[in-house]
Structures are given as C-alpha cells and as structure tokens.
C-alpha cells in the first residue's frame, strides 16, 4: 500500500461535497449487478456498467472521473481514483490495493480492473445490489450459462439468454487467473459439462492448468 494511505483532497471539499451529495442523491446507492460467471455463478458489477451508470450523472453535475496506477508494493497494484469538481477545482481521491495473483499482463490487467472498480464504488459510496432500480445501464444484467464466442460482436448480434446478454471469455478467465484450488475444481466441473467449442474449451482447460501450477508453485515456496 502507499505509504501514508491517506484520502487524497483539495484543502476544501466544500463545492465538490455538495455536488456529490446531489451525485448520490440520484444514483440512488446501489448498482445492479450485470455479469454473472456461470462456473461459480457469482453476480457482480462490471467495470463497464458501473461507469456506464455514472458517467452521465457526474457530468450533470461537472464532475470528472480519473483513475491512473500509482507505485506501490511488489506483487501489488495501486489504483487512485479521483473526482474532481470542473467549476470549483476541488477534488477528492483515494487508493485502492489490490494483489496481483499472476505476474504477467494478464494478471496486472485483472488486478486493475478490480481496483477500478472496488475503489470507484466506495469513492461514491455505491454498493452492489438486485437489478430492480434502472440505475445500472437500463437494467443490463448479464446472467448466462454459457460464454460469447470469440472476438466482440456488435451489440445487436450478440447471444442472449432470457433477454439478457452474455458474458465474455475474458470474464471466466480473469475468475480463473484468481481462483483457489476450490474454485478451480468447479470451474473445471464446469467446462467439462458446458456445451463449449473445442478451442475454448482447451482455452479454458489450459488456463486452469496454469493456475494449479502457479498455486502448487507458491504454497511449495512456503512449505
């Protein structure tokens, strides 16, 4: 962690403080999950659709969303996430750590992914809840039992599942990249019974290959 992990802010909070009051006030407090991962089946709130959800409202009220990487400790990332209010110039911020599971890109981009989001949503004071308020992007929630193929296709032509979207290869494996063995012995249940094309499925399969030799490596260094 930084070492003075201390909020980050303007020397007066007043102009922006008031802003973000009426920020919240319409935001309502809860962001509805829009993504489920059918091998744990665990709900959450993508990156994408909470900043989906608040963009227009921070604009409304002329306040400008910022996350950047900081330095911090080794296996670690650092994420500081400010606010900063455009007619009066104060800001507040802070940081949010999180491990990094795989020192390699993949790892990294995880790791940040959930930094941005775990410290957007404290900053604002939001919480994760049931898609029952059309806060969340119009009500886009994610519950699938199977995976996107491959690439990114246009929102029209994508898959859905009682008329919701599906989630993308690039979810489970980030799950997977921060799995335990646990986790990873339902995950593998799971793509063995998942009616998947043979390339993801030995997509899949390799990759939580990888996790167990990456946690057989780690609890071998701290036997």
């Not at 309502?28 to 709130?45: E, F, H, K, V």
């Not at 898609?131 to 119009?138: E, I, L």
């Amino acid at each position: 962690m930084r070492g003075e992990h201390v909020m980050n802010r303007s020397d007066s909070i007043a102009r922006i403080g008031k802003a973000l009051a009426s920020v919240q006030a319409e935001l309502g407090g809860l962001i509805a999950p829009d993504s489920t991962n059918p091998m744990y089946d665990n709900r959450y709130a993508s990156l994408a659709i909470i900043i989906g959800s608040i963009r227009a409202v921070l604009n409304k009220f002329e306040i400008a969303l910022v996350q950047a990487p900081v330095p911090g400790t080794v296996g670690a990332v650092v994420m500081e996430t400010m606010l900063i209010h455009g007619p009066s110039g104060e800001y507040i911020g802070s940081y949010c750590e999180m491990p990094v599971e795989t020192l390699d890109s993949h790892g990294v981009a995880s790791a940040q992914t959930y930094a941005r989001r775990y410290g957007l949503m404290a900053l604002l004071g939001l919480a994760q809840g049931p898609d029952d308020d059309g806060n969340a992007a119009n009500n886009a929630a994610v519950e699938s039992s199977v995976l996107l193929s491959q690439g990114e296709p246009e929102p029209s032509e994508q898959r859905v599942s009682n008329g919701h979207r599906l989630a993308s290869p690039e979810a489970i494996l980030a799950e997977i990249e921060n799995s335990d063995v646990e986790r990873l012995v339902s995950a593998e249940r799971w793509v063995n019974s998942a009616q998947l094309d043979a390339h993801l499925s030995a997509r899949l399969k390799g990759a939580i290959a990888q996790r167990r030799r990456i946690i057989q490596r780690q609890q071998s260094q701290h036997a």
